[in-house]
């Protein structure tokens, strides 16, 4: 069974720093890999989606990483600000099964 | 992106009613859509998978009777929490998942819809 790890589970930074989101997964039989960001008492918003096929993907100040053999996944954030703080969330696709999700990493960013 | 819509966006019920969750994707049609839930600081939990014409596929521990799921259409599935209870307060999040195109087999979520009983 597919299980989805996030490490750190919390993480306090002070704005300008890069840092670094872990997440592995035990099955490397996936379709694609998704990060999300949650705010507290909202939804999920899709940060960046990456097929199988794929090492990486950027988005602005992000970028996600994955290596599928390892069972690996890393989301960077360049240049952090207040703005993010928020749960981020991995989540693994395996073809015909809905999203595995980890528990998340809640990040804090201070001005 | 699609987009996914969820009705109610909150609810607060007493104690032994039964309360209706839609989830509907408005752009796209789809085959599939799931159900999850979320506890306070936890992470999504799945309930069921629901396929349109077919009965849902529940996850284990999920009690089939107590969260009834239809998939009428192929932009319409409902959660319906019967004879709710306090400890049935969660966040409820729906999923559409793309069958075509571009987007085969990515998964769109709903804003999700907080339910309170009292």
């Known amino acids: 069974k597919q299980e989805v790890t996030q490490i750190p589970a919390a993480l306090s930074v002070p704005e300008g720093e890069n840092l670094v989101l872990n997440c592995s997964f035990t099955?490397?039989?996936?379709?694609?890999l998704q990060w999300f960001r949650q705010d507290p008492g909202k939804g999920l918003t899709s940060l960046l989606l990456?097929?199988?096929?794929?090492r990486e993907q950027t988005s602005g100040r992000l970028n996600a990483s994955l290596d599928k053999s390892s069972g690996r996944s890393t989301l960077y954030i360049a240049a952090s600000q207040p703005g993010d703080s928020a749960t981020y969330l991995c989540?693994?696709?395996?073809?015909?099964?809905?999203?595995?999700f980890g528990k998340g990493t809640t990040l804090s960013v201070s001005s | 992106g699609a987009v996914v819509s969820q009705h109610p966006s909150w609810v607060i019920c007493k104690s032994g009613t039964s309360v209706k969750i839609e989830c509907r994707s408005l752009?796209?049609?789809?085959?599939?859509m799931f159900w999850y839930r979320q506890f306070p600081k936890q992470s999504l939990m799945l309930m069921a998978t629901?396929?349109?014409?077919?009965?849902?596929?529940?996850e284990q521990g999920v009690e089939k009777d107590k969260f009834l799921i239809n998939h009428a259409s192929l932009t319409l599935s409902t959660l319906t929490v019967t004879s709710a209870h306090p400890e049935d307060s969660s966040f409820y999040i729906c999923?559409?998942?793309?069958?075509?195109?571009?987007?085969?087999?990515?998964?769109?979520f709903g804003p999700g819809t907080r339910l309170t009983v009292l």
């Open positions: 999923s559409a998942r793309v069958d075509t195109g571009v987007s085969y087999n990515e998964q769109f």
């Open positions: 099955d490397s039989a996936i379709y694609n």
């Open positions: 990456i097929q199988s096929s794929q």
């Open positions: 989540a693994v696709n395996q073809a015909g099964t809905a999203l595995i």
């Open positions: 752009d796209f049609q789809a085959t599939t």
């Open positions: 629901s396929n349109e014409g077919s009965k849902a596929t529940y």
